[in-house]
């Protein structure tokens, strides 16, 4: 199948061959046809399966016909990040429809934004937060809304957005066409669906698993030593670019400053640089500018840069949802891509629930030439101390060890050996690597 079979308009049609696209992916061949229909959609897809042009093409088509004098299509994501994703992939794609698109975010000048409207747009990206200052301002009319798309809807659930959203919903035509989409299902979204859709297609595309293209591998280590790790598994692994995620916005911005001190080429985005600093990180990760790009959770959703190769979870992520759309990040567009997970004792027990939701073991992975046996500096011991009063003491640590050292290499083609021991319910079989394991020689550099 290819794209011909969707009857485009000409316009469209030379727009998708310029980008080079041959063939739909699944969740395009099933939603394209409703949407061009004018059937309402509930999509569920991971990130990285083509989502955006899913929509943004019968969208186009549509908008093809009628009058340009006033805002026709609604677009809402989480992030500013992802609202400039699709407001890429609109300009892109239509480049030669003539058809307008703007992005209404926080963080910059509303003036700036108000301008744009004033001349005249076709499509409305918008975050709910900013959209909901402009309407109660009387910036803009969403009267004549004939589309509302509703991206990435459990993450702006997580974020909160739920008020925000039906406050819009209020205020626009109840008449219109409404295309729900979401890497996940959870009952909130499913509620919000039932109540704004009417006689939706139901489109699911893979299970809430992260894509297939990627492989999993996790690195266990002590929680003072993931920095040093960090970059020794760098220093010696072959990767195209990295998205290296952390929990905390002040920890995203310490790694990079350290790493930078040392030689990487890497940024960081986090949600309290101001918006010229984000996107420059951006753009700067995008064109290869920086190698390494360090982010949080919420200032990561909507990154969609095709040829990230690893996506490297120096903290744990909370759900196994966040675990699915971070590594989503990588092994996109039928590129294969790897996935590391740091993981210190605490931690031991969520991956045992990320497993489950995948159906497999994850690889243990002990890194050579690596010293795992440097104690934490005093500071670092007593703050742990102090965290850990009045909670339940963690599990001693079992006199036996398990695992093997493997040599510094982790291409594809040498992938460990089904010899290596594998992770169990019972703690004392999750390895953790001791002095008495033998250390290989690491490969050169790649990442400086």
Not at 129 to 151: A, F, S, T
Not at 265 to 285: C, H, I, M, W, Y
């Amino acid at each position: 199948m290819n794209f011909k079979s969707f009857n485009l308009h000409p316009y469209i049609e030379s727009g998708i061959r310029e980008l080079g696209y041959t063939a739909p992916t699944p969740i395009q061949i099933q939603a394209i046809p409703s949407i061009l229909q004018n059937r309402d959609v509930m999509g569920q897809a991971q990130t990285g399966t083509g989502k955006t042009a899913a929509f943004v093409l019968p969208i186009l088509q549509r908008l093809m016909d009628g009058q340009r004098k006033h805002i026709r299509v609604l677009i809402m994501a989480p992030t500013r990040e992802l609202a400039e994703q699709i407001h890429e992939a609109i300009g892109q794609l239509g480049r030669y429809t003539k058809l307008k698109s703007v992005t209404i975010y926080g963080g910059i000048n509303q003036y700036t934004q108000a301008s744009k409207l004033r001349k005249g747009v076709d499509i409305v990206v918008a975050c709910p937060g900013r959209l909901i200052d402009l309407m109660d301002k009387g910036v803009i009319d969403l009267r004549h809304i004939e589309v509302l798309v509703l991206d990435e809807a459990d993450r702006m659930f997580d974020m909160g957005f739920l008020p925000d959203i039906r406050n819009i919903l209020k205020r626009l035509p109840v008449k219109r066409q409404t295309l729900l989409f979401s890497a996940t299902m959870p009952n909130d979204v499913r509620d919000l669906a039932e109540s704004i859709l009417f006689n939706p297609v139901n489109i699911q595309i893979g299970d809430a698993v992260p894509v297939s293209t990627v492989s999993h591998a996790i690195y266990p280590v002590d929680q003072h030593l993931k920095t040093s790790l960090l970059m020794k598994i760098l220093d010696c692994t072959d990767m195209a670019s990295v998205l290296v995620f952390t929990r905390t916005k002040d920890r995203a911005a310490r790694l990079a400053k350290q790493m930078k001190r040392s030689g990487f080429l890497v940024t960081s985005l986090q949600g309290d640089l101001p918006q010229n600093k984000r996107q420059e990180a951006l753009n700067g990760f995008r064109n290869g500018k920086y190698q390494i790009l360090v982010a949080t959770d919420i200032a990561a959703r909507g990154i969609d840069v095709s040829k990230i190769s690893h996506v490297i979870n120096y903290d744990m992520p909370d759900t196994v949802d966040a675990y699915t759309h971070r590594i989503g990040r990588t092994g996109r567009a039928e590129r294969t891509g790897d996935a590391f997970t740091f993981v210190t004792r605490p931690d031991r027990a969520f991956v045992w629930t990320i497993e489950n939701v995948l159906g497999e073991k994850l690889e243990r992975r002990i890194l050579a030439n690596f010293d795992y046996t440097i104690p934490a500096p005093e500071s670092s011991k007593r703050s742990s101390r102090l965290r850990r009063i009045g909670k339940r003491p963690c599990p001693k640590k079992d006199s036996k060890k398990t695992g093997e050292q493997h040599a510094c290499h982790f291409s594809r083609s040498s992938r460990l050996s089904s010899g290596v021991k594998r992770g169990r319910k019972d703690l004392s079989h999750f390895p953790y690597p001791d002095s008495s394991s033998q250390m290989k020689s690491c490969r050169s550099r790649s990442m400086r």
